[in-house]
């Protein structure tokens, strides 16, 4: 028997990965087409499991991966933080520059 914990996201981030509206997932939430768990007021938790499952269903469709796309979209977010901050590092030597120019 597997221990492997169960992965979930909200019902808006499997509509990000799924390229549904979030309007879409709570529609098959509420059609039991789609697993989900009421995590808080308004919010549900869907298995990434489960999400794979369904993509399978879907016959003609694209092949979406849910894990690996939640992989990609991790290191994508990773990569423009670091951007963000080699900005933000030039925008500050830049500030550095402009102190230190008199004006005539």
């Given at each position: 028997m597997s221990t492997r914990k169960r992965q979930y996201v909200t019902a808006a981030d499997a509509a990000k990965l799924l390229g549904k509206s979030d309007r879409t997932i709570r529609r098959w939430i509420?059609?039991?087409?789609?697993?989900?768990r009421h995590a808080a007021h308004n919010r549900y938790e869907i298995a990434l499991d489960d999400l794979?499952?369904?993509?399978?269903?879907?016959?003609?469709?694209?092949?979406?991966?849910?894990?690996?796309?939640?992989?990609?979209?991790?290191?994508?977010?990773?990569t423009l933080k670091?951007?963000?901050?080699?900005?933000?590092?030039?925008?500050r030597k830049l500030q550095a520059e402009g102190e230190g120019c008199g004006t005539l």
């Open positions: 509420d059609d039991g087409k789609i697993k989900a794979e499952a369904l993509v399978e269903q879907q016959e003609g469709k694209e092949y979406i991966n849910p894990v690996e796309r939640l992989r990609t979209l991790e290191h994508e977010v990773t670091a951007e963000v901050e080699t900005l933000k590092e030039t925008v």
